[in-house]
């Protein structure tokens, strides 16, 4: 009796209370004065609180918290005029990217067709909260972006199973992510960069919405939780540092520089029944070596004095960087005190018919030259004798087809040997002189350096009025063994142009122990220059063993 009762009245109260509060509510609204709307205080974040700056810093850009990272609103409004072009061309790339991914699954679990009926990121780009550059000594632009990309994408994916049709849309996408991505190597080709890296420095936030058959599949109970750390490991498995994605960008075989991957050595052993060039019926030969690609001076051997059957046996070591390519040329030439050389003939020996480490001799016909294109000259010149032999190093002589014993260990990417292994073999150091900074000197700046080994001097060019000097020579050395406990000296100098008694200054100077390189085959780094205030030089250097 008291339920009844109690429904009754409150049917007859819901009955009469809303007409009520209707009638007063429209009352209030006509006859009521409006109160008007003050501006919102604007304050300093100076000023603010400690609980109202706690309140508002999750939502402070990163470039206001770390002064390393730079605004970059110009970047994101350039990304909202380009976005609408930017999402058909990702998505097209998507397209043609999952179309072999999804041919693989056909057939598969009784799944008859894959496919996207819609496909578009939608109209909200990301934003990028901050963007920092970082400086290395490789040739490489390194930056570290904040991207918030909270979109509105509309991906419907219709997948076909058995008679059934399941419709898969991903709604509501928020996606926080901080990428590093480098452009290396830099290269003198539009786009001056080969490829670009990219790797995630954290673990990304991603959120999303999906719905299946037009269900919300996220609300249920675990799920969500279940779907968002299987992303977060999944990605952080495949791109979070010191994991990587490389995008090629050019044809690393034509924008690569070629270094060196072993050491010629020639013999040049004798010359058989050369032409008679001089009044009296003899020649004074001597023998001119160069090698296609290297920009070095040609070496010679020394001169035979009245000899048509010189006997040299003379040694020269050439640097190879490409074997298939390279071209050892020899020349044989009548010396002449007077006037020019008269050639006696010449000859070619591609390296590609070398065998890493075997000797071979050549007994070759001398030619008058080398162009096919004419009728051969059939006047017999003499022949050549020389010895051959290519030694590979030891990190390119598994591609070579030579031993694979006593190899070192690798450990990023640097040849890491033991203190026994150098103590012993030949080999190449390579000195590259990058570049200079702040070296100034008090009557001109035209800088230039000079480097000392082993008593043997090399120059840099000089640049003209400039405190920071960009070089990028390489010089090469070829030891018969490890410089352990040697030192290379590199003084940078300026130079007048005019004659004048302060012509020449000098700007500072390093010493470089040799021991470091030696041990781990490779550094790469800047040295501040001694007597020189703020003057520093950028040095790489490369130790390879035969």
């Known amino acids: 009796m008291i339920g009844l009762m109690s429904s009754f009245f409150g049917i007859i109260g819901f009955a009469i209370g809303i007409p009520l509060g209707l009638f007063i509510g429209f009352f209030l609204f006509v006859y009521s004065e409006p109160i008007q709307v003050k501006d919102p205080v604007v304050r300093p974040i100076g000023e603010l609180g400690p609980k109202a700056l706690q309140e508002l810093l999750p939502e402070i850009p990163l470039w206001v918290k770390t002064p390393d990272h730079e605004r970059v609103d110009w970047l994101n409004k350039f990304l909202l005029h380009m976005w609408p072009f930017l999402d058909k061309a990702i998505c097209a790339t998507i397209r043609t990217t999952v179309k072999p991914i999804f041919a693989d699954y056909i057939g598969k679990y009784q799944i008859k067709a894959i496919k996207f009926d819609k496909l578009s990121l939608g109209t909200l780009p990301p934003t990028i909260c901050g963007i920092k550059v970082l400086e290395t000594n490789e040739k490489e632009l390194v930056m570290e972006q904040v991207i918030r ?43 001056c960069f080969a490829k670009i890296v990219v790797s995630l420095m954290e673990k990304p936030h991603v959120d999303f919405g999906m719905k299946i058959s037009g269900g919300d599949v996220m609300s249920i109970p675990g799920l969500y939780r279940f779907v968002q750390e299987t992303i977060k490991k999944q990605v952080a498995s495949l791109y979070l540092w010191p994991q990587t994605l490389e995008i090629p960008i050019l044809d690393e075989s034509a ?44 070496k010679k051997t020394t001169i035979k004095r009245k000899n048509l059957n010189p006997e040299w046996n003379e040694k020269f070591k050439f640097v190879v960087k490409d074997p298939q390519s390279q071209v050892l040329q020899l020349q044989v030439y009548d010396w002449d005190k007077v006037g020019a050389h008269d ?20 007994t070759l016909d001398l030619l008058k030259d080398t162009n096919i294109n004419e009728t051969p000259n059939k006047k017999n010149r003499g ?14 002589s598994m591609k070579f087809g030579g031993p694979s014993e006593g190899y070192s260990r690798k450990e990023s990417g640097i040849d890491v040997v033991s203190d ?17 900074e702040e070296v100034e000197g008090e009557h001109h700046n035209n800088p230039y350096a000079v480097l000392t080994f082993r008593g043997e001097k090399k120059r840099t060019k000089m640049m003209k009025k400039t405190r920071h000097p960009r070089w990028n020579e390489e010089f090469q050395f070829m030891l018969e063994e490890p410089p352990l406990h040697e030192k290379i000296h590199i003084e940078v100098l300026s130079k007048r142009k005019t004659f004048s008694f302060l012509s020449k200054e000098s700007l500072g100077y390093v010493e470089i122990n040799l021991n470091d390189v030696v041990h781990n085959g490779r550094i790469n780094d800047k040295y501040h220059l001694i007597d020189s205030k703020n003057g520093a030089i950028h040095v790489e250097i490369r130790w390879t063993t035969v």
Request: glycine fraction near 6%; proline fraction near 8%; hydrophobic fraction near 45%.
């Open 420 to 436: 026994d292994e150098v103590q012993e073999g030949a080999g190449l150091l390579s000195l590259v002189i990058q570049e200079a």
């Open 149 to 191: 990309w909270a979109g509105n994408p509309n991906i419907v994916l219709d997948l076909h199973i058995s008679s059934l049709k399941i419709t898969v849309q991903l709604v509501d996408l928020q996606v926080f992510a901080t990428p590093r991505i480098t452009l290396r190597p830099l290269v003198p080709t539009i786009p």
């Open 255 to 298: 924008v690569a520089i070629k270094k060196p991957v072993g050491i010629l050595h020639v013999n040049v052993v004798r010359a058989h029944r050369l032409l008679k060039m001089d009044l009296l019926g003899t020649s004074d030969p001597y023998v001119k070596l160069s090698l296609t690609g290297d920009k070095l001076p040609s």
């Open 343 to 362: 050639r006696l003939g010449m000859q070619l020996i591609p390296l590609k018919l070398l065998k890493p480490y075997e000797n071979k001799e050549f």
């Open 383 to 396: 022949q050549i004798v020389v010895d051959l032999t290519f030694v590979p190093f030891k990190e390119d």
